[in-house]
């Protein structure tokens, strides 16, 4: 009788359940002791960042890094570790030489980062600076013919404010609390139809790309009259932290950009004051770029932990984050954090020799920093054209995909994307993480990344909500992206949390209750 | 009647008191509206910085900068202006090229300063990392034999913390409540005797550049060997920050230091983990430097506006701050700012036609980040050798010294360095500018910098208190100590502020009452 009560006791401890939904209390607890006692995520981020270099889309560092981790999951006994094309992408590019140097009226090492797909200055160059006072087009023709051999800085007259609020932060309880009573609008305050939804989108797209803008003008200008080089800045950046991008089009037929240099706040502001003041200022620049062409595919990695289950082996749960990263620096917390918790949770999984009844597919996107192209073309491929919606055979296949790709922040909670029915799933799944500050769940969504391709076309697809630390301020998108700027004890608890979301979307008896399926969105609303 | 009641009226407004201590109101206006309406601090700094370039002890950038000042102060009608020789400094030095990128296992820009007063690389050189992990001497000695052709790294494991106190502040009321509130301590609580101060002081010095030191043994072996650079790296600069000084002696005997690279940390601590990882690394090191030894003397820059009282005239009011800084950024924050703020107050002063009692003069100390050198040895000249304490004539003719050298933040009172007869005057002088936020009055002292040279022979010295904003985060002897982390509306409150003290110390009948004369230091106790 007593061992018969003992056991019917561990049967309910093992299977607590908030809103009926089960958790595997004896399993969260061997992921928790695996990621916390054996993590290898640091170790994995010291590859994908540190040993590896930068990760642009389409460069010989992403290629590197993504068979870097496709050899490492097979390693671990994955199945089916590939790097699967997606499509085209387009040219590869990356940094052979960048000296830069303000020469006269005196010497000074810049801080300074050629943009992506730019080309170099074939070989050094000595380039006064030509500065450009002018509103539109018609005040910039007074400076036709003067673009030769220069460097050209557009005037700003910005004034840096001081940072009297830190960088890093974490979200409140109060903030927390303000995510977990988000109301879904009613139809009557929701956005407009599909159709005007796009009239929008497309308004705005003019806006910021469209008509004969000055930096465009500029860019001809000196792609014409054979300037040295464009400067650039970026007032977001100050105290030696830059947020540096890309430099123009990747397309495999598209000319080379001009070589655009985006420069620390300080060292532009300083070429403009002097400038303005009649004083003039020459750079050294000796910049060296590489294009390939040879190969203008992407290439999302994927790997397995097979399912075991006869019924339900077929459906897959998925977690993923991009791999690819921005330049000048390693992509650190953009996004080798989100790849780095994701391995780490399938090697958790694979560690504790989980048979999973589903499963469960991890996928290391590229082109995600070009509009999520890595994930849309996967999602597109595989399970739906957004355009068209119409369903290929996987897409009633796949419960849920879980994406991480906000940093190094630990997980506070979820974003359920207006999903209702996963509600009180997500909050009994987090309910063994309370004691580690994950516990909100949240009706709103949040865009900007990879899960938006499978919301796209009616997948569950979801984002955690992650602290910021310093993603806003000093690591997203900047020369600052580096291995020092992950929290360590952060990654291992996101690490934990996703192996146990995925583990119990593998182990349920049902798929993810799913929204209802979107409207066709046309060939014109491809972005989101 | 009425006229009269007037004339009373304005006399007892012009000349309101606290404490019997007298303040010209009128001038006091005149000053603020000259010093806010028509302010050239921006302009004074913009010519000691971004105009100018750095200006380290002994480089053609102070040179030029204190030549510029000295022309600015004539034009303005001040007299006397000149460089003054104060004595032998050392080598002049300046950067004349760097180039640093790490070009293996991939290649990257660095943000990387050479330390004053290091040699150049002799060329461009691609030299693989040493990695160092040795706790002494012992250890140490295992690397014989391996610097030739090095870059030299000390081996470290520092962890970055984000940053989750913002980077600038102002004083709260209750940190000034406090300093205001402060007692100067009883003869028994006070420190032992003079002889015991020595006694420590020595040993602190032992402790920080003596003996057979690590880093000392390593620049021996890398002098011998023949390593291309050592590289360093302050762990208290981070995303683009870096605090960098000298690298060595700049006596004009001294052999030329071995070139000694300040890296930002994120590029320092990757290649810690990328060589203890066993994974080459390798660096481009294309860096010239230049010496001059034709002129080894220190110059401060000086300027008067004379005194006009028959019986006061030979007597001075003193007011400056160093001009002088370090090489990797223009010194704006230390301290072209408290050079500007000192020159727009003689400006103000000049401007408004004053006639004031006691001659006032100004000075721009160099050497100060060698250790107060052009301050020290102008009293020195001047005044009175502390050593010594043996008083030359015109000692008793100083009645203050006014320094400003924390940086852009506005005042917020002032430090008496213990002199209880002068708070209540210095309380009277404030009292027109509380609704600017300076009102503290405080007996404690502060130090580090000029204002120490005068009290260390008895005369009256002093700093003035500032708000910190970035100082001792981002700017004091950082790369990022540029023209834009000053801010113009503090510098003008500085100017008027000093304007007023100094205006008000040249016109009071007495001098400023004194402490009593210090005790002689001896010869061993020329730093304080």
Excluded at 359 to 367: D, E, F, K, M, P
Excluded at 498 to 512: C, G, I, N, P, Q
Aim: glycine share 8%; hydrophobic share 40%; charged share 25%.
């Amino acid at each position: 009788m007593k061992r018969v009560f003992v056991s019917c006791f561990l049967l309910i401890a093992a299977f607590t359940t908030h809103a009926q939904e089960k958790v595997d209390q004896a399993m969260v607890s061997k992921i928790k002791k695996e990621g916390f006692d054996n993590s290898k995520v640091m170790d994995i981020a010291f590859h994908l960042t540190d040993a590896n270099g930068p990760r642009l889309s389409g460069s010989p560092g992403l290629l590197k890094a993504s068979n870097w981790a496709k050899n490492e999951m097979a390693k671990w006994g994955l199945t089916n570790a590939a790097l699967e094309p997606w499509g085209e992408f387009g040219k590869g590019w990356e940094l052979q030489k960048s000296y830069v140097a303000m020469t006269a009226p005196y010497y000074k090492p810049l801080i300074a980062y050629p943009k992506t797909w730019t080309k170099g200055s074939n070989g050094l160059k000595n380039a006064p600076i030509l500065l450009i006072k002018a509103k539109d087009s018609v005040e910039l023709a007074a400076y036709k013919g003067q673009f030769k051999g220069k460097a050209i800085l557009v005037y700003r007259t910005d004034t840096l404010v001081p940072t009297y609020k830190a960088d890093a932060s974490r979200y409140t309880d109060e903030e927390l609390d303000k995510l977990a009573a988000y109301q879904l609008p009613q139809p009557s305050q929701a956005p407009a139809d599909t159709a005007e939804l796009r009239r929008r989108r497309e308004a705005m797209q003019r806006r910021g790309a469209g008509g004969p803008n000055l930096a465009n003008l500029i860019k001809d200008f000196a792609t014409k009259e054979g300037a040295v080089a464009i400067l650039s800045v970026s007032p977001r950046g100050h105290e030696g932290t830059l947020f540096v991008q890309g430099g123009g089009s990747y397309a495999p037929e598209a000319p080379e950009n001009p070589l655009d240099i985006m420069l620390a706040f300080e060292d532009y502001m300083t070429f403009c004051r002097l400038a303005n003041a009649g004083i003039p200022v020459s750079l050294d620049v000796d910049v060296k770029t590489a294009f390939q062409t040879r190969d203008t595919k992407g290439y999302n990695v994927v790997a397995e932990i097979k399912g075991t289950d006869p019924k339900l082996k077929d459906e897959i749960v998925m977690l993923g984050g991009h791999i690819d990263s921005w330049q000048s620096s390693t992509g650190a917390t953009d996004n080798a954090a989100g790849c780095a918790v994701m391995m780490e949770a399938v090697r958790i999984l694979k560690t504790l020799g989980v048979q999973p009844r589903r499963t469960i597919r991890i996928a290391l996107w590229s082109g995600e920093e070009q509009g999520l192209l890595g994930s849309r073309n996967y999602v597109k491929n595989h399970f739906a054209d957004p355009a068209t919606m119409k369903l290929l055979p996987d897409h009633e296949k796949v419960s849920a995909y879980f994406n991480i790709d906000n940093g190094t922040g630990k997980i506070r909670g979820i974003y359920t994307q207006g999903n209702e029915k996963v509600k009180d799933i997500f909050s009994a799944w987090l309910a063994p993480f309370h004691d580690l500050g994950a516990k909100t769940v949240t009706l709103s969504n949040t865009g900007g990344t990879d899960h938006q391709s499978f919301d796209a076309v009616g997948i569950p697809g979801f984002q955690f909500i992650q602290d910021a630390i310093e993603y806003n301020t000093r690591t997203h998108h900047t020369n600052m992206d580096s291995y020092d700027h992950l929290q360590a004890d952060d990654l291992k608890q996101i690490s934990v949390i996703v192996a146990s979301f995925v583990y119990h979307t593998a182990m349920r008896d049902e798929k993810l209750p799913r929204k209802e399926l979107p409207q066709a969105r046309g060939a014109g609303g491809g972005r989101f």
